[in-house]
């Protein structure tokens, strides 16, 4: 399913330009490549050509390849029940004549690429009309590159890609977005209409939301949830701020989050590997350690069960 709330709604002329791009490749039967930072309205997108299409009547299945890759794999490709012995078709099968999502597909197994990739190319020896999309918050020129993401696979979405700008990018477009969670948290609650002081979208415009539109949503609905009054203004703000992001930290005079030494440390290696699409090497160097050390970290991390670090190939 879709994360509920991750609208499409803004004015932005790149926001414009990959909406206009989605409207074009949703009449084709072209794979697309959907890349953007994590909550930036990727699988949204990616329902939008769905929902363009002439396949919006048929099925739109999701595959999030960031699981398990045991049960990605028989997802995929169908499984036996254990207990009642039943068949499971395939999400490919299933979807056959609409669309299937496999959303952050960078994250799929290395082993499990290259035979997608031969499923894909084969379906039509077995009467499968399925359109493909996938979402990534990855560079996966870089991963290909680094021999990280398979080649082949990779090609086979060549043909159209749309990169999802950052919320943070959008300026003006932070308000409407804004307007839009509150108008949503409204219709929910059954309550009256809630309004939105200009000083306060202009508050909202600043904040990095470094989690994009989920983040701006989960932000409104908490701090409305918590508010009292029919004005979202810069006190319910600061009070919703306080009570939504530093319930669990200590935060210092600067306004910074204060955790412990070893938090930190986690939080920069796992920064350092994003940024270089888990090129250790690379990571080492901007930390300013060797090699050796981050792989010591890493593996640390990995028994203490850490899940970014566990999935880490």
């Not at 595959?63 to 490709?77: A, G, N, P, T």
């Not at 009467?127 to 020129?141: C, F, G, H, Q, W």
């Not at 307007?179 to 909202?204: M, P, V, W």
Request: proline share 1%; net charge neutral; charged share 25%.
């Amino acid at each position: 399913m879709l994360s509920s709330g991750l609208v499409l709604v803004g004015n932005h002329p790149k926001f414009n330009n990959a909406l206009e791009t989605a409207r074009n490749v949703a009449v084709t039967k072209t794979p697309v490549l959907i890349s953007g930072e994590a909550g930036s309205g990727k699988k949204a997108l990616g329902a939008y050509i769905h929902n363009n299409s002439a396949r919006k009547t048929s099925r739109l299945e999701i595959v999030d390849c960031s699981d398990d890759s045991r049960m990605v794999e028989k997802i995929v490709l169908g499984y036996r029940d254990d207990e009642t012995g039943r068949f499971n078709r395939g999400v490919l099968e299933v979807a056959n004549s609409g669309t299937v999502i496999f959303a952050n597909i960078d994250a799929l197994d290395e082993s499990f690429q290259k035979r997608l990739y031969t499923i894909l190319q084969e379906l039509p020896d077995y009467e499968l009309d399925v359109r493909i999309i996938a979402t990534t918050s990855k560079n996966i020129s870089k991963l290909v590159g680094a021999g990280k993401f398979s080649r082949a696979l990779y090609t086979y979405f060549n043909g159209a890609s749309i990169d999802m700008i950052a919320l943070r990018e959008r300026g003006t477009d932070v308000e409407l977005i804004a307007r839009h969670f509150i108008t949503e948290y409204s219709t929910q609650n059954e309550g009256a209409d809630i309004n939105l002081c200009s000083d306060a979208a202009r508050k909202l415009s600043d904040y990095n939301w470094n989690q994009n539109l989920t983040e701006l949503r989960s932000f409104i609905h908490k701090t409305l949830s918590n508010m009292e009054g029919d004005t979202l203004n810069i006190a319910a703000i600061e009070a919703g701020e306080r009570k939504v992001e530093f319930t669990t930290a200590e935060v210092d005079e600067d306004g910074l989050k204060l955790m412990s030494l070893k938090d930190a440390e986690k939080l920069l290696i796992k920064k350092a590997l994003v940024f270089t699409s888990e090129n250790r090497t690379q990571a080492a160097k901007i930390l300013g350690v060797s090699i050796r050390t981050l792989r010591n970290k890493i593996n640390e991390y990995r028994t203490d069960g850490s899940v970014y670090f566990v999935n880490l190939r």
